[in-house]
Every structure is written in structure tokens, then in C-alpha cells.
């Protein structure tokens, strides 16, 4: 697939979703959110500003047993793997920054594993069928969910300096 590159922007010489090596990834579920392709908030804080009517995370049943001990009201990490995504960058040129970036550097979508992640908080918990009510999502409607675990500030806040 060819893209077009803005200047100082490098792509890497192969397709990351291509190679053969690594472990595979199963999605536990999906994110519904209102957003489509074109339509979608740059972020988190976005999404929060806009307004996320109907964000919700759909288990598969399987793990719904999982959601035991999570309560409305409580901070949730979700990790989703961004399905739609461009893999090949690896310098960007964000519009927010002077210059260029590494993909390490950003928190683009555009990565190699485009893995995503979003602090939310539990607004509605259906556990027996699997749905968890979220304030807030950046992602597209349908984008497939990796992980969620709760947000402890304990291991999740950084040590201050």
C-alpha cells in the first residue's frame, strides 16, 4: 500500500502487519463508539470534549465472567488495537509539532503494532452480558479490544520527582 509522506516523514521499508514473528493477539471484544472513519477525535481528551454518547466496551461472552469486582465510577484501562491504522511510519510529522517525531515519541495511531490505550471511567456495567458503559473513546466504532484492566494509582501514576 502506498501513502503519501509529509516532509521529514520515514517510512519503513516493509509492512509490520506482514512479518511472521511474534505472538498472536486475541481481541476479548469491541469498542462501540459514535465515531466513523474522517469523523473521529485526535484523542481522549477530544472524545471527553465532543461528547461520547453510547461508548461502551462489548465483551466477547466468554470473558464477561472477568468484569467481576469492577464498579461504576472506577478508572479503567483499555488497551485496543487500532485495526484501521497506517503501520509504516516510523518518523511523523504531527501538525502540533515544530518538526518531525519518532513514532515512539507521539501517540499517534501510526505505528508499527498500532496498540492504543485510553484511561476511562466505568459509567454503566452490565457484567452478565459483558458490557461495560465508558465516559469517554477516541477509536472507531467496531475497533477491536485487546485487554482492560482497572487503573490503580498506586502502579499507574508515575513516582514524583
Not at 31 to 36: E, T
Not at 65 to 87: C, E, K, N
Request: glycine share 10%; net charge neutral; charged share 25%.
Amino acid at each position: 500500500m502506498s501513502h503519501d509522506l509529509r516532509d521529514g516523514e520515514i517510512a519503513l521499508p516493509f509492512d509490520p502487519a506482514e512479518t511472521a514473528d511474534g505472538p498472536r493477539v486475541a481481541f476479548i471484544g469491541r469498542i462501540r463508539s459514535p465515531w466513523q472513519p474522517g469523523a473521529a477525535p485526535r484523542n481522549i481528551r477530544k472524545a471527553r470534549e465532543a461528547g461520547c454518547d453510547g461508548a461502551r466496551v462489548e465483551l466477547a461472552p466468554a470473558y464477561a465472567p472477568g468484569l467481576t469486582g469492577l464498579a461504576v465510577g472506577q478508572p479503567i484501562v483499555l488497551l485496543y488495537w487500532m485495526d484501521r491504522g497506517r503501520r509504516d511510519l516510523i518518523l511523523q510529522r504531527p501538525g502540533h509539532a515544530d518538526g518531525p517525531r519518532g513514532t515512539f515519541a507521539l501517540r499517534s495511531p501510526v505505528r508499527p503494532n498500532p496498540v492504543a490505550l485510553a484511561t476511562v471511567r466505568i459509567t454503566a456495567l452490565d457484567a452478565a452480558r459483558g458490557i461495560v458503559g465508558i465516559d469517554a473513546i477516541d477509536c472507531y466504532d467496531s475497533t477491536p479490544l485487546i485487554d482492560l484492566k482497572p487503573w490503580i494509582p498506586t502502579i499507574d501514576s508515575p513516582p514524583q520527582s
